[in-house]
């Protein structure tokens, strides 16, 4: 619906002065801001003036009308008329390339308003028409409200040209100090989008130096994969050929050892035999030569007898099933008894768990230890060995400490090694294969063993054991520690 609010007829300059005055008072009436009023006004003002130029009166018509798409839903219209000998040559000429249409000032106006449109009917004599939508939170204009604006428009005396000219000028000058504040303001953002352009500039160099760098290392990662999967690729090589280089030597170690130790015990038997039966046709150097032999026999056998351990450790394993180390260690204790009464060991333990593992070698395990902490004693202080364990979240780890003559770090890595001794054979006997058979037997079960000493201190040799995925379970999560981090008995 459109509500009618004002009409003038504008002939001379003192109506062009009224027609100001009404379009500010309008604007006023239908709670446009000052800045809004000004914009309005000067609108009107500029379609006026170009309009005067081509006909002898100009008509303005002031309505409230709906509008889609306006938050308020309302608008202030106003339709500029012309004589209708006039309408049609004007419309050509404002709207020609060369017309009054592409006049600055006309411009201007059009992007004041929210809304310029020519009338395209032939049978109109609307010029043009302009819009403004009523600003939000604007009171509701009824019949009644535009009743009330027509009394005051009437009753309203107009202004003296002097007094608009004065009112135009302060609008003027009020739009200036906004356009320098504004200018003000867009060469601020200026310089503010020149700095960001130049910090712009700087962070592409610095981005494309970055992905330049990135290149680089990429060339480089797929250089360093490259020779990693080649170097992975080798060492699958490697391990296969050990692999089966072991498997030979197990094979060759096992045959070897045994069919040397019936020889070995044909030469022991017949030198003992030697000596028995021709003792009185010996004299003392040759019956010292006999024992040098058979005693260099028996220590071949001892070593033969080692190897084999050694070698049955990967052939002749048996199956895991759950082991109680608890039964394990009072067998071992049991079969060592006579050494460890003759050494006045004494023997302790912590509770010991059940783990999934080949028996026999647990007890071999146990028992080379155990042996071991009694042969490197301390002269003078009676052995004492202590047997513990500790449950981790995925492993169990056990140790046997002592409190025999300890160890140097640096043999720490050597002792687990085949062969390796630390000491003389005639201060202390052994092959030098014990700690590697214990090795070998923890790395069958997927663990891993070390050792812990000081030189005269004695000594704690760890090893662990991997749970069943089974085991456990409610261990998961718990913090896991080195075993060095609690307390040691024994």
């Not at 309505?63 to 309408?87: M, Y």
């Not at 500039?201 to 130096?209: A, E, K, M």
């Not at 050494?343 to 146990?366: F, H, K, N």
């Not at 054979?425 to 000081?454: F, M, N, Q």
Request: contains cysteine; aromatic residues 6%; glycine residues 6%.
């Amino acid at each position: 619906m459109s509500l009618p609010i004002l009409q003038i007829e504008i002939r001379s300059e003192e109506d062009f002065i009224l027609a100001r005055q009404r379009a500010r008072k309008i604007a006023f009436l239908a709670g446009f801001s000052v800045q809004d009023q000004t914009r309005i006004t000067t609108a009107v003002s500029e379609i006026v003036r170009h309009t005067l130029q081509h006909t002898a009166s100009v008509g303005l018509d002031f309505r409230i009308g709906g509008r889609a798409g306006f938050e308020n839903g309302s608008s202030l219209e106003i339709a500029v008329n012309a004589d209708e000998r006039d309408v049609a040559s004007m419309r050509r000429t404002f709207q020609s390339p060369a017309g009054d249409w592409s006049d600055v000032g006309l411009y201007g106006a059009r992007r004041l308003m929210d809304g310029f449109q020519m009338e395209s009917r032939a049978d109109s004599n609307v010029l043009l028409s302009m819009v403004k939508a009523l600003p939000p939170g604007a009171p509701e204009v009824t019949p009644q409200v535009i009743a009330q604006w027509r009394d005051i428009l009437m009753r309203e005396v107009p202004d003296s040209p002097l007094r608009e000219v004065e009112r135009q000028n302060r609008e003027m000058l009020r739009t200036l100090e906004e356009l320098r504040a504004k200018e003000l303001e867009l060469a601020r953002q200026l310089d503010e989008a020149d700095r960001l352009n130049s910090e712009l500039d700087r962070t592409n160099q610095g981005v494309i130096s970055l992905y330049n760098e990135i290149e680089d290392k990429n060339a480089e990662l797929r250089h360093e994969i490259q020779e990693r999967e080649a170097a992975e690729r080798k060492l699958r090589e490697t391990m296969q050929e050990l692999e089966r280089s072991n498997a030979e030597l197990e094979s060759f170690a096992y045959v070897a050892s045994h069919d040397l130790q019936e020889p070995l015990r044909m030469i022991s038997s017949f030198l003992q035999l030697l000596e028995a039966e021709h003792v009185e046709g010996l004299d003392a150097e040759a019956r010292e030569y006999i024992r040098f032999a058979v005693g260099g026999a028996v220590r071949m056998q001892d070593l033969i007898e080692d190897l084999l351990t050694y070698s049955r450790v990967g052939r002749k394993g048996k199956p895991f099933t759950s082991t109680d180390l608890g039964s394990a260690l009072d067998t071992v204790v049991e079969d060592i008894g006579k050494l460890v009464a003759e050494s006045g060991t004494r023997i302790t333990r912590d509770a010991l768990p059940t783990v999934y593992a080949d028996p026999t070698q647990m007890m071999q395990l146990l028992s080379n230890l155990i042996r071991n902490a009694i042969k490197f004693r301390k002269p003078d202080e009676p052995p004492r060995v202590h047997v513990g364990a500790r449950e981790e979240s995925r492993e169990w780890v056990l140790w046997v400490a002592d409190n025999g003559i300890g160890i140097e770090p640096q043999y720490f890595e050597r002792i687990f090694v085949i062969f390796q001794r630390l000491h003389a054979r005639d201060e202390y006997p052994g092959t030098g294969i014990g700690l590697a058979v214990c090795k070998r037997i923890v790395e069958r079960h997927g663990g891993r063993i070390w050792v812990e000493s000081e030189s005269g201190k004695g000594s704690t040799f760890f090893f662990s054991i991997p749970k069943r995925q089974d085991q456990g379970a409610h261990d998961q999560g718990k913090e896991t520690r080195h075993p060095s981090d609690r307390g040691q008995s024994g």
